[in-house]
């Protein structure tokens, strides 16, 4: 089976970058369980992005949350007989703290998540999304989602640039960093395929994934 050397698998990556389209295509490949972030459970979502100084941080704690009750959930589940694949890293959760908080509210949100953050496992493998900012901001109009008619490409600009330096210093893992600009997972089969075979053949805990096309 395809990736079977890879119990805990897993995508991430800005908004827009087609991570929870690639968690579920992987699943259905490997017969794995997912475990996906879910924004429309976020009552706090849709006016974060309409008001951001004074929505971020009900929203981040939300988010924090519900992370937290799902991490949990993770950590006392057989990955050694169950192949799991998750459209986020529990880990990322202070990227975004870190971009929308204001300074006093970044420091409360520190004090709770150290109180009650648990340790989630360390995954087998991430794969790291990349997409220049126009690719960010076409797939999010292609999805169509009212609520994100609000996102700017500033705050998608900022936001790939928070991912690229939480990367740039991860090691806790085995590290895929691709770039999705020229890749198209979930409508080309081939794509598709030429990104499990890279997986599959990875060797070294870091390693880059690009498809130049004319």
Avoid at 97 to 121: F, M
Wanted: aromatic share 12%; hydrophobic share 40%; proline share 5%.
């Amino acid at each position: 089976m395809p990736l079977s050397k890879y119990r805990y698998i897993v995508v991430e990556g800005p908004i827009g970058v087609g991570k929870t389209s690639l968690t579920q295509r992987l699943a259905e490949r490997t017969a794995a369980q997912t475990l996906l972030e879910k924004p429309q459970d976020n009552p706090f979502l849709a006016r974060f992005y309409q008001d951001s100084a004074r929505y971020a941080l009900p929203t981040q704690l939300f988010f924090l949350f519900q992370r937290i009750n799902e991490v949990r959930d993770l950590a006392q589940m057989d990955l050694f007989g169950n192949r799991t694949i998750s459209d986020y890293l529990f880990e990322k959760d202070t990227l975004f703290a870190r971009l929308t908080l204001s300074e006093d509210e970044y420091k409360l949100y520190q004090n709770i998540y150290q109180s009650l953050a648990p340790q989630a496992p360390t995954p087998d493998l991430v794969v790291y999304l990349q997409a220049s900012t126009d690719a960010l901001v076409e797939r999010i109009q292609r999805r169509g989602l009212r609520y994100e008619n609000t996102i700017g490409s500033d705050y998608l600009a900022r936001l790939a640039q928070s991912y690229g330096e939480f990367f740039h210093h991860y090691d806790a893992a085995p590290l895929l960093v691709v770039n999705s600009d020229n890749l198209n997972f979930v409508d080309e089969d081939e794509d598709f395929e030429l990104l499990l075979q890279r997986i599959q053949n990875m060797r070294g805990p870091r390693e880059f994934f690009s498809l130049g096309r004319d």
